[in-house]
């Protein structure tokens, strides 16, 4: 079986339906795999740029220490968009230049949530290039791929089935072709497995994270995020 992604051939064309959003599951864990082949599309100042997620991170809540709802930190104006409802685009701003988007999946009150950390290119490239002010690696990491397709925090809340920016089906990605490892550019829990993202694919992040590990502490908050 080949394992080139789908989306680099021509004879699998994309699913162009919505993005069946009511069914994501709530745990950012399955979310962060179900995202996987979806297709993320922006018409931000009447631009249309779209790319294929192949690149994931879960964030599982309060027992999370990673999660900006992390149980030390609680509700704040930053996070609040995180409590909900699912299908929504959480985008937040880091270093005070560069903005990232999570799709939040959990039920209003549960800060769950799914950071997107890269995109295979498909509409737009040029305009995605000018955006980047470069040519290539123009999605491969968070804060990359906002700036291609021009979300910033003023999609902060926007609802994920409806323009400027939303989510169509795209592709089914096999289970085989998921590589897992841990999470990146965190200070805390970098080891757990929580990170998920498309083998032989170009345009993942080229950025190292640590070797994924099932810690007690892991196995702790996801006992937590599957019983409450």
């Known amino acids: 079986m080949s394992r080139t992604p789908p989306w680099t051939g021509a004879d699998r064309p994309p699913v162009q339906a ?3 959003l009511p069914t994501l599951p709530a745990s950012p864990v399955e979310a962060a795999r179900a995202l996987l ?14 790319g294929v997620i192949v690149e994931t991170e ?9 999660s900006h709802a992390a149980a030390r930190i609680g509700r704040t104006a930053r996070n609040a968009t995180m409590f909900g409802p699912a ?4 985008v937040y701003r880091i270093y005070g230049l560069h903005d990232c988007v999570n799709v939040v999946t959990g039920p209003v009150g ?3 949530a799914v950071l ?20 290539d690696d123009l999605c491969s990491g968070p804060a990359r791929l906002c700036r291609a397709l021009g979300i910033t925090l003023d999609l902060d809340g926007h609802p994920l089935d409806r323009p400027p920016l939303h989510l169509t089906a795209g592709w089914d990605v096999a289970p085989a072709a998921v590589r897992v490892g841990g999470r990146v550019g965190i200070s805390r ?9 498309v083998r032989d694919e170009p345009a993942v992040s080229r950025a190292r994270g640590r070797p994924a590990r099932r810690s007690s502490s892991f196995l702790d908050a996801l006992a937590t995020l599957e019983t409450s």
């Open 18 to 20: 919505p993005f069946d």
């Open 189 to 197: 829990a970098g080891e757990w497995p929580l990170r998920f993202s």
């Open 110 to 112: 549960r800060p769950l």
């Open 37 to 50: 082949g979806a297709v993320l599309v922006s018409d931000v100042g009447g631009v249309r740029t779209s």
């Open 116 to 135: 997107v950390r890269a995109l295979h290119p498909l509409e737009g490239r040029a305009s995605m290039a000018r955006r980047r002010d470069r040519a």
């Open 87 to 90: 299908g929504t685009a959480y």
């Open 58 to 66: 879960a964030y599982i809540g309060p027992a999370d220490p990673a």
